[in-house]
């Protein structure tokens, strides 16, 4: 498999300010690792899940085994959704596979970055350029501008003020929210808002995005709009995209479905 560098202005973003539309056409039942180096780069890239296990402890001090020896691989062009009662750790999963948790045991390869045994700076690095997180929660300032929220990583990323506010403009415009682009994140609709949160977690070109229950507090056709956004990146970039959910059609869109029961995963 190669990498691909995408032509880049002197920003550091992709000269066309667009997704890489180039198709993956890899095997889809294996992981293929090749070398990642964290920055704007269009890679053919695989995770690699192997035997993570987490463990919390209750209030009364009783060990909780949450997660129980869970192993997956995913390419890069796959949406694999992640379902499971309340509480079957499907949150933990990804905080793992995102770098926010440390296993207890096993590991976590994005291409050939280990993410398990990352240090503190590497992974601050991992999840501001490579993974794009979406919550079930929004965590949009509610002071900014839908376009200001959009904008934040890349500036924390140090582009430039007027790069980072074209970039964010032309990611809303895709998304079709161009006209909310300048009002309030206050003034949008609970739909509104979760999109622009998706905007802001694709606006650095991940090429892993983690999903975590995105459509619960969504009507059905604001989550299908949500869900479609998240398969067409996956699809354009190419990326992985991970969603944890409980909506059925959502699930049914993605390429795989993984059930996490008893700590343990199983594929439909």
């Known amino acids: 498999m190669s990498k691909v560098q995408s032509p880049k202005s002197n920003d550091g973003t992709t000269s066309s300010g667009?997704?890489?539309?180039?198709?993956?056409?890899?095997?889809?039942?294996?992981a293929h690792l090749?070398?990642?180096d964290i920055g704007l780069w269009t890679l053919d890239v695989g995770l690699a899940v192997t035997d993570l296990r987490k463990t919390f402890s209750s209030p009364s001090g009783e060990s909780i085994e949450v997660l129980r020896g869970i192993s997956f691989s995913a390419v890069a062009g796959e949406t694999i959704a992640i379902v499971g009662a309340s509480g079957a750790g499907k949150s933990t999963?990804?905080?793992?596979?995102?770098?926010?948790?440390?296993?207890?045991?096993?590991g976590v390869k994005l291409g050939e970055f280990a993410v398990d045994s990352a240090g503190r700076l590497e992974l601050a690095r991992y999840r501001n350029r490579q993974v794009g997180f979406v919550f079930q929660f929004h965590h949009l300032l509610?002071?900014?501008?839908?376009?200001?929220?959009?904008?934040?990583?890349?500036?924390?990323?140090?582009?430039?003020?007027?790069?980072?506010?074209r970039n964010a403009f032309e990611a809303l415009d895709r998304l079709g929210l161009a006209t909310r682009a300048s009002h309030r994140v206050t003034d949008l609709s609970g739909g509104e808002q979760q999109r622009v949160?998706?905007?802001r977690a694709l606006i650095t070109q991940p090429v892993l995005v983690l999903a975590d229950e995105p459509s619960g507090n969504l009507d059905s056709i604001s989550g299908g709009l949500l869900a479609g956004d998240l398969i067409s990146y996956?699809?354009?970039r190419?990326?992985?995209v991970i969603i944890a959910t409980h909506n059925q059609d959502l699930a049914h869109r993605c390429d795989r479905v993984l059930r996490l029961e008893q700590g343990r995963i199983s594929e439909n």
């Open 18 to 30: 667009t997704y890489n539309r180039r198709r993956h056409n890899s095997d889809r039942g294996q």
């Open 34 to 36: 090749s070398r990642a």
């Open 93 to 106: 999963l990804l905080h793992l596979i995102g770098g926010i948790e440390g296993p207890d045991h096993g």
């Open 142 to 165: 509610p002071d900014l501008t839908a376009a200001e929220n959009v904008s934040l990583p890349l500036m924390l990323a140090r582009h430039d003020r007027g790069s980072a506010t």
């Open 197 to 199: 949160a998706v905007c």
């Open 234 to 236: 996956a699809t354009a």
């Open 238 to 240: 190419p990326a992985i």
